[in-house]
């Protein structure tokens, strides 16, 4: 669901916007639209509502369930170590009333900020999750392997690994990538509905934890769990590689394999799921150490 305001919205705008969403109220837009299309939708916002102001709402895989976006207003969104969060924009001359209003909130987002990474750092009991596809879009890609493996006390307990029948043949950079072929899915892959159903009892109510999770496989299994007709998992999501970002300033890049270099961690196989999840658990169990 995407919700959308705006004032002083000129009429070629507005007819724009009703192409898209629903008009419950004046300047106020709901609708339902794929990712593609709500960042295409939000830039020609931005581009055409010359003085007036704009939000946009929108749900997402994150662990507040939204996101949202503010053009041309006092507040602005501001990423607090993961958190999203609005705030007002401040003048560089200000009060001392004000001043110390501002501490105020500085010292509650601060200790908010802080249960949070306790939270995350004492994490021991949960589910890392890994998948394989056909390509990057989940719009027409397919989910072609889904791996998990438990995790308790700190310690993988069990695992999860299946492969996924598919309606096209697999691309040549893809059977190259994995090391999947064909033959593999026609003979042991099992169909969607079967697989993510399987995904969804191992997985239980325990936290998720998977590197490039929230971005990526989640809109993959979020898009596979609605064309088979399946509520979606709604456990909570950790992001290995959103929290590399924020603890880790000195690694050249923030990928699955760069990390494992990073903290001198040997690995084989990339690329397939079950050992992405082996490799992802021993890179989150480093950064709780952080």
């Known amino acids: 669901m995407i919700v959308v305001t705006v004032s002083c919205c000129p009429p070629k705008l507005r007819g724009d916007l009703t192409k898209w969403f629903f008009e419950i109220d004046t300047g106020v837009f709901v609708g339902n639209l794929s990712a593609r299309v709500r960042d295409a939708v939000w830039n020609r916002i931005c581009e055409n509502i010359g003085s007036g102001r704009a939000t946009m709402v929108f749900n997402t895989n994150n662990e507040q369930k939204l996101d949202f976006r503010i053009y041309n207003s006092d507040w602005e969104p501001t990423d607090y170590d993961g958190i999203k969060l609005v705030h007002r924009k401040i003048n560089t001359v200000n009060s001392a009333s004000e001043n110390k209003t501002s501490r105020v909130q500085q010292n509650h987002i601060a ?141 050249e890049d923030y990928g699955l394999a760069d990390l494992a270099k990073y903290f001198k961690i040997e690995y084989g196989n990339l690329h397939r799921a079950l050992d992405d999840c082996l490799l992802t658990y021993k890179v989150f169990e480093e950064l709780k150490k952080i």
């Open 111 to 251: 200790r908010a900020l802080q249960r949070n990474r306790k939270s995350t750092n004492d994490l021991s009991d949960y589910v890392v999750v890994d998948i394989e596809t056909t390509g990057t879009n989940d719009a027409t890609d397919q989910i072609i392997e889904i791996g998990a493996i438990a995790v308790e006390d700190g310690n993988v307990t069990a695992e999860f690994s299946v492969l996924l029948k598919i309606d096209v043949l697999l691309p040549k950079g893809i059977i190259e990538l994995t090391g999947i072929t064909d033959e593999m899915l026609r003979e042991s892959g099992r169909d969607a509905r079967e697989a993510l159903e399987g995904l969804k009892e191992f997985c239980g109510d325990k936290e998720l934890v998977g590197h490039n999770l929230a971005s990526f496989d989640m809109k993959f299994l979020r898009r596979a769990f609605s064309k088979s007709n399946l509520e979606m998992m709604k456990n909570k999501v950790t992001d290995t590689l959103r929290m590399s970002r924020r603890k880790i300033d000195d690694c």
